[in-house]
């Protein structure tokens, strides 16, 4: 008797990359870098906690085209590992708590036409921020929204400042620049790097007044 042979099952492939850039200019490449490299900094202390961004996101199981890429997002809940992609059914279902966009002339109507209803009314994402770096494309630059019964709320900007619920911390314009800020302490987050020349800058400081003490004494 022959075996039955199984028909086979086909592989869905889920692309990590589109091949585009990861910003279109410096400017918005940069804002990216810090957001993602200051959260992950501020959240090392809790390894529940997943920062990411330019990565795709697919939320349906078995629809490669069901996807999108975030400039910056946040998640709780799921673990801090590195990941090519980050798949909603694999996470228990764990959406971004938090998105990021940071609005260019090549995504000024997906950030608001395809994005925002994307993340209010398929993933639920609770909070959504969009920040126009230059100010050209996106009136007014800096926006947020807040999920509040099925839809998204608009945030008032004071002093060209948010508060995320979510992360609990101030995102402040600085300029054409985005700062994420500890409201508890008023001190902005830093990236390693930042940190790292903080106190490379410090430590010199402090050796110079040594110096200067010693030469006095």
């Not at 086979?8 to 490299?37: C, F, K, Q, W």
């Not at 961004?53 to 069901?66: D, S």
């Amino acid at each position: 008797m022959s075996d039955v042979l199984k028909p086979r099952v086909r592989e869905i492939d889920y692309a990590s990359s589109d091949g585009n850039p990861m910003a279109e200019t410096d400017l918005h490449r940069d804002i990216a870098v810090y957001v993602i490299e200051a959260l992950k900094a501020h959240f090392a202390p809790r390894p529940e906690v997943y920062v990411s961004g330019n990565n795709f996101i697919y939320y349906e199981e078995g629809n490669p085209k069901a996807r999108v890429s975030p400039d910056a997002y946040v998640v709780t809940g799921v673990g801090m590992h590195p990941r090519d992609s980050y798949f909603v059914w694999r996470e228990g279902g764990a959406v971004p708590d938090v998105v990021f966009e940071f609005t260019s002339r090549k995504t000024r109507r997906e950030d608001t036409d395809t994005k925002r209803p994307l993340y209010e009314q398929s993933l639920g994402v609770p909070e959504y921020f969009l920040f126009d770096p230059r100010g050209d494309y996106l009136k007014p630059r800096f926006q947020g929204f807040r999920l509040i019964e099925g839809g998204y709320v608009s945030l008032e900007v004071v002093d060209g400042r948010l508060y995320s619920q979510r992360l609990g911390l101030d995102l402040v314009q600085d300029g054409q620049l985005l700062r994420l800020v500890d409201p508890r302490t008023g001190e902005r987050l830093l990236t390693p790097l930042e940190q790292h020349q903080e106190n490379t800058a410090l430590r010199a400081e402090i050796e110079g007044l040594r110096r200067r003490l010693k030469e006095e004494g």
